[in-house]
């Protein structure tokens, strides 16, 4: 595999000669001063792999410089060839579209786990660290404030809006709640009781009344998924966002961020629990782990493994079996699918005539 750009730079990464710390470190491995070696992305994470060995022989000459004897061979070991299940033209295609913006973007097949594009955005051209650097350019990436050298997609980031099919999937399964049940009016700013001072949890749309499930999903209304948070409890949802994965490795090629919530994984403050529900508060997810959660509403609410080698998928794709029952998935599909068909849907401009999109804003 090879660098071919910014749209693949925090992925693929580049190899550069190994430093003087390198090579103490890795002393028996049979590298020299004028070895290569991975220093970011793939190119590092699988450098064992993808490193050829150069062939040695040390032999005794005669006085005519003719071989008499060999003492030791080393033979040539090639690299591997490695193959992502990446779509380079779709990680090129949005690249162009969001390579001026701060931006992590995970786009997986959604019945077999298979990440299709990987990107952080703003980037940098890799192929600037093997080729060499044009003038004042390392200094340009270094002080850029928006951090093109900064790997977002490996971060755990706050997931807004787009956390509450996960709480519903929770509240559904765990029958804390009906999607039918009406949570009550509650206009654009609400709270539980004066317990919380000054503090409100407010919405852009005023939902009217009933408030319930579908309603709410459209018009993405936070103090709906707030209220649900609270009806599932601290416990119980800290318990079950423990079973999706927070506060665990990821399994995935890429060392990411695990996902995290409340304090320590424990939501020990009320209003914290309730800005969870609409993914605020001190609820962080890593990107890749979102499209995991999210594939249990195309697989029947079994939640699958994200992987990028193509010729090596997980030996269990099922991440997380049952993660949501399946009347869960069925009411929240249809909910996402009203996101994007329902005029008054927060993703109605995703709507396109003959394709079924669901879809949740964040």
């Known amino acids: 595999i090879y660098p071919y750009g ?15 710390e390198e090579l103490e470190k890795n002393a028996d491995a049979g590298y020299t001063a004028s070895s290569k070696i991975g220093k970011a992305g793939v190119e590092n994470l699988l450098e064992d792999r993808l490193r050829a060995i150069d062939g040695k022989k040390i032999v005794i000459l005669d006085s005519e410089g003719n071989e008499k004897k060999a003492l030791a061979v080393q033979e040539h070991k090639s690299g591997e060839d490695v ?4 779509d380079a033209s779709l990680q090129s295609m949005l690249y162009d579209q969001a390579h001026e913006d701060k ?5 997986t097949n959604p019945k077999t786990g ?19 650097f044009e003038d004042n350019q390392w200094e340009s ?7 093109p050298m900064y790997n977002r997609f490996k971060a755990a980031i706050v997931p807004g809006s787009s956390f509450k099919p996960v709480i519903a999937g929770i509240g559904l399964t765990t029958g804390s709640f009906t999607a039918d049940e009406d949570f009550g009016a509650h206009g654009r700013s609400w709270q539980k009781d004066s317990s919380w001072g000054n503090y409100n949890i407010t919405t852009l749309v005023d939902s009217g009344s009933p408030i319930a499930l579908g309603n709410a999903m459209i018009n993405s209304d936070n103090i709906y998924f707030s209220k649900a948070a609270l009806k599932i409890g601290s416990d119980q949802l800290g318990s079950e966002l423990k079973r999706l994965g927070f506060g665990q490795e990821l399994g995935f ?3 990411t961020t695990p996902s995290s919530f409340g304090t320590d994984n424990a939501f020990t403050e009320e209003i914290d629990l ?14 890749a782990h979102m499209a995991a959660m999210y594939s249990a509403f195309s697989n029947e609410g079994n939640m699958l493994q994200p992987y990028l080698e193509l010729d090596s998928p997980p030996e269990q794709s099922v991440m997380v079996s049952g993660a949501f029952s399946a009347d869960a998935v069925r009411t929240i599909g249809d909910a996402m699918l009203n996101v994007v068909e329902n005029p008054a849907g927060t993703a109605h401009q995703l709507r396109i005539d003959g394709l079924r999109i669901a879809a949740k804003t964040g």
């Open 141 to 147: 990436w270094r002080d850029d404030a928006r951090q």
């Open 83 to 86: 193959k992502l299940t990446i």
């Open 274 to 287: 309730a800005d969870s529900g609409h993914g605020q508060g001190r609820v962080l997810v890593n990107p």
């Open 6 to 20: 910014e749209a693949t730079a925090h992925l693929t990464g580049y190899v550069q000669t190994i430093n003087a």
């Open 114 to 132: 298979e990440v299709l594009a990987l990107m952080s955005t703003p980037s940098y051209d890799p192929n600037a660290f093997v080729l060499g």
């Open 103 to 107: 931006s992590a973007m995970v786009v």
């Open 253 to 255: 090629m890429f060392g």
